[in-house]
Each structure stands twice: as C-alpha cells, then as structure tokens.
T-cell receptor
C-alpha cells in the first residue's frame, strides 16, 4: 500500500518570504513523487515531479522540491512567495515499477498575505 | 487546446436519480481515472482504466460504474444517486508509464438533494 501525509491543513506566509509545504510518503520500493496545484473552481495542474536523479527538482512558477529518501519526504519550496501562489497544493506518490495509480495527500491550503 | 474535457460542469440530482458523467481526452493517453474530491479528504480514486478494454476499482467504487467506451472516452455512472455522492468529480488521463503524471479535467460539481 502507498500513502501520502500532508501534515498541515493550511500554511500562512507573507509575500516575499520563503514558503515550505510539507509532504511525507510511504511506498513499497522506490517512488515517483508529484506536486499539483489547484486554484479555486479549477482542476489540478502539474507543478513538478521526482522520478530519479538529482534530489532537488525544479518546476513551474519558481517552485522546487527536495526529495529526501531517508526521511521519506518531498517538501515543496519557493524562495519568495507571491499572493498569486495562494491555492490548494497536493502531493502524490506512486511506485516506480509495474503499474500503479497515483495516491494523493489531503492537500494543504497556502495563503500568501500582501 | 489538447486536454481532458468533462461534461457537465454542474449538476443537481434528486436522491435516487441516475446520471452519467462524461470524460474525453485528446492526448492519445492509454490510462484514464475518475477521482472524487471532498473537503479535508483530498482526492480519492473511484475507478480507473489502465488501458482500453480494462477497468478496475479504486479506493471508493461503491455506488458507481464506469465504461471505457474507446481510447478517448471514459464515463462514470451513478445508478441511484445518494446525498453522500455530493462531491466534485475529476477525470484524469496519463500515459501508462506514470513518470509523465496525470492531466486533469476541470471537474464536475455534483449535488444530490
């Protein structure tokens, strides 16, 4: 079985400050890891993914995430938050072998204040 | 634009009514999925189709049926709607190799009264 934990329901940060949205995972074997963003009344949009290679992954809109195998974490980060980054963020995991569906976390609401 | 198209966008049903949610993708993806999104519960997989001609249950399949009509289309049917099925439903598609991730539709907001 595979699972994702996003321990924070909401993260508040001031514009211009760095942000971190936390994600830990559990999966048999090696993982594929993803971050998606959802703006109000929209579908989920792909932000970035970790498949293999460099532990620091860069994605859309200036976001990046760091894969830490020993801590089974894949935290989303951005050096300087924008008000427009306010949205619901989902972490997702699947196994990197065979066929497996994506399992999503419960989501973290990011609120960036002006 | 290429992507995943869901219809309808909004629907209100009475308890016991039936309806079909439609989903089509034009990216030639092999795999398609139906998720429901509920506050505080994230996205939960209802059914998926790894490839044309196959369908499998996900985490919360009770009360739903699916049909993979062809490679492009994957429909979700509620035979007898219940208030517990009030939710936002998302269809997604992907290559069978998951390294490419999913592409999502814009969702169907369903209310059962």
């Amino acid at each position: 079985a595979q699972s994702v934990a996003q321990p924070e329901d909401q993260v508040n940060v001031a514009e211009g400050n760095p942000l971190t949205v936390k994600c830990t995972y559990s999966v048999s074997g090696n993982p594929y890891l993803f971050w998606y963003v959802q703006y109000p009344n929209r579908g989920l949009q792909f932000l970035l993914k970790y498949i293999t290679g460099d532990n620091l992954v860069k994605g859309s809109y200036g976001f990046e995430a760091e894969f830490n195998k020993s801590q089974t974490s894949f935290h989303l980060k951005k050096p300087s938050a924008l008000v427009s980054d306010s949205a619901l963020y989902f972490c997702a995991v699947t196994m990197n072998s065979g066929y497996s569906t994506l399992t999503f976390g419960k989501g973290t609401m990011l609120l960036v204040s002006p | 634009n290429a992507g995943v198209t869901q219809t309808p966008k909004f629907q209100v049903l009475k308890t016991g009514q039936s309806m079909t949610l439609q989903c089509a993708q034009d990216m030639n993806h092999n795999s398609m999925y139906w998720y429901r999104q509920d506050p505080g519960m994230g996205l939960r997989l209802i059914y998926y189709s790894a490839s044309e001609g196959t369908t499998d249950k996900g985490e919360v399949p009770n009360g739903y049926n699916v049909s993979r009509l062809n490679k492009r289309e994957f429909s979700l049917r509620l035979e007898s709607a219940a208030p517990s099925q009030t939710s936002v439903y998302f269809c997604a598609s992907s290559e069978r190799t998951l390294g490419y991730g999913y592409t999502f539709g814009s969702g169907t907001r369903l209310t059962v009264v």
